[in-house]
């Protein structure tokens, strides 16, 4: 059994029943989403023999010199849609698709709306930038989104002050373009969520693909398992929930029938068995001890003997920007 040198500074969320529901935990895991390393170093203390840590920010690495001490930790600069490329015949796959509380905790990258810095909100530091998408997106694509990737209802009216900014001056930092949001949306009532919420997590998903990346990283994670192997998935909100739900749906061969009276439908051999139909969510323990599990759930499935198969994406519930169809 492996154990970890130190302990990452992060309480990985729903580890606890992700563990239960995966037991035994041994052989080798894939972490798609390293980040402080929590859900790796947790792993290997329950059993598992050797963790592949996978992350696209390369500023992670700087930062696990306990985890590169280690033999049984594989570290990985990557993108988890890759998955497969990085390890075969697994026991299991953990992805926890939040953003990293280090990212969020360092201004000068940009995530979030609570502290000044560079408008970027890159994970893996290349591509465009959240300043490259502001100042240059038209307002309708602007406008399309922050309603599609954020659901803000006032995405025309902000998409349309934005715009308005940038002609004289270009938005480049996280509090200036906070502030233009605040100025669009009432005054939000003590303990509701900033006015700049909704707006900031879809610029984020649109600079990183994040759904993209999703539906490729699911669709990796059963090439990549053997038979009896475990994909678990922890998601923040209802998209990501839906689209992993409708994944395993899909390739558990669940989905059924939606009108009685049509042919049956062709059946082929399911690629997962579901743990269970609904979603795991925190318990009271752990919302006292971590706020941030608080809109968490967990979905696992364990892998069968059928090859893997292509998925119907369009059955995801991925949300598509209209110049993306």
Partial sequence: MGTAAASPPHIPVLIGPLVAACAPVQGTWLDGTFGAGGYTQRLLEAGADKVIGVDRDPDVFKMAQWAA???AIELVEGTFSNLDTYGANLDGVVLDLGVSSMQL?????????MRDGPLDMRMG?????????INQADETDLADILFTYGEERASRRIARRIVAE???TPITTTL??????????PRSKPGQSHPATRSFQAIRIAVNDEYGQLAEGLEAAERALKPGG???VVTFHSVEDRMVKRFLQQRAGTTGNANRYAPELDTVK???TMKSKKAIGPDADELEMNPRSRSAKLRVATR?????GPVDRAKLGMPHLRGAR
């Fill in 69 to 71: 001490e280690n033999p």
């Fill in 105 to 113: 905790d360092q201004a000068e990258r940009g995530f979030s709306f």
């Fill in 125 to 133: 530091q290349e591509g465009q930038s959240a300043a490259d998408i």
């Fill in 166 to 168: 940038r002609e004289n």
């Fill in 176 to 185: 200036h373009l906070a502030k233009l949001i605040e100025g669009c949306l």
């Fill in 230 to 232: 475990h994909l678990a």
């Fill in 270 to 272: 399911p690629a997962f």
């Fill in 304 to 308: 069968t003997d059928a090859p893997a």
